[in-house]
Each structure stands twice: as C-alpha cells, then as structure tokens.
C-alpha cells in the first residue's frame, strides 16, 4: 500500500505505509504515520503520538487487530528503545515462541540488549518489537504496537 497521511501529518517519499483499527494486517506491511507525525524519507517505520522512529525500522501499528507473521516494528507513544533490541510487550496475552524479551513501563534499556520499552520512550533502528494488548502473537512475529 501507499503511504497515508494522516490530518496535520506529512509523509515524506518512498514511504509505505499502513494505518488500521481493528483490522488484520497482512505480511510484509510496510510502516505506519498516526495523528500528526513526520516521517523521514526512505524510512520505513512509524512514528506515534510525539514519538520520533529512528531509520531502518519496519513498524506497523495496530488497534484491536491481530497481524500476520513478517510484521516489522512498531513503536508507542513517546517510546524509545535502542537499537538491536528485540521487544516484545503484552497486556493480557500469549505470546509464541521466537519472542524475545519484555520490559515494561518507563524502563530505560541500554543498547544490545533484548527487552522492550513502554510509554515515553523512543525506538532506534534495526528494532524487533511486539507490543500487544489482548492478542495473540504467532511465531516469528516482528513488533507490533497497539494504541
């Protein structure tokens, strides 16, 4: 899909980008821009509510919906999370294996390591993130974010 851009939200180029609410997202989905969010070009991620991606990243952010295996990133509101981590958060719900480690609320993470950071935070690139809140994550799974 084509990038969306979002009221008061600007996407730069080269951008693909997917914004859904209580849908499922199929594999390979590229980033997604929220509610008046600047995204670089080239980039392929998503930026949330005040919250700046860095590049590199593959983000998806979803509401109330379930994706498929292959998903990229996803990052949450004023949340960042350095780089070569491998994230996963959930609320709620089973996640299968594959899934790397969870760190949760105003947790401050040093590089290389493989948690994962909630609200206030801010993700760097070459993340592997999983946020969930009442789903299920299948194996494999690169992040998700929900809001």
């Known amino acids: 899909m084509k990038p969306t851009a979002m009221p008061g939200e600007s996407t730069s180029k080269a951008l693909k980008q997917t914004v859904i609410a209580g849908d499922s ?13 600047s995204t670089s ?13 860095r590049k590199a990243l593959k983000q998806t952010v979803i509401a109330g919906d379930s994706t498929s295996r292959a998903l990229k990133p ?7 999370t350095s780089r070569a981590l491998k994230q996963t958060v959930i609320a709620g719900d089973s996640t299968s294996t594959a899934l790397k480690p969870t760190t949760i609320y105003a947790e401050s993470i040093s590089r290389a390591l493989k948690p994962t950071t909630i609200p206030g935070e801010s993700t760097n690139k070459a993340l ?11 194996t494999a799974l690169k992040p998700t974010a929900m809001s």
């Not at 070009?41 to 991606?53: D, N």
Request: proline share 5%; hydrophobic share 30%; no cysteine.
């Open 25 to 37: 997202t199929s594999t390979a989905l590229k980033p997604t821009a929220i509610y008046e969010e």
């Open 41 to 53: 070009r080239a980039l392929k991620l998503t930026a949330i509510h005040g919250e700046s991606t």
């Open 74 to 80: 996803s990052a949450i509101p004023k949340e960042s």
């Open 128 to 138: 592997k993130q999983t946020v969930l809140a009442g789903d299920s994550t299948s």
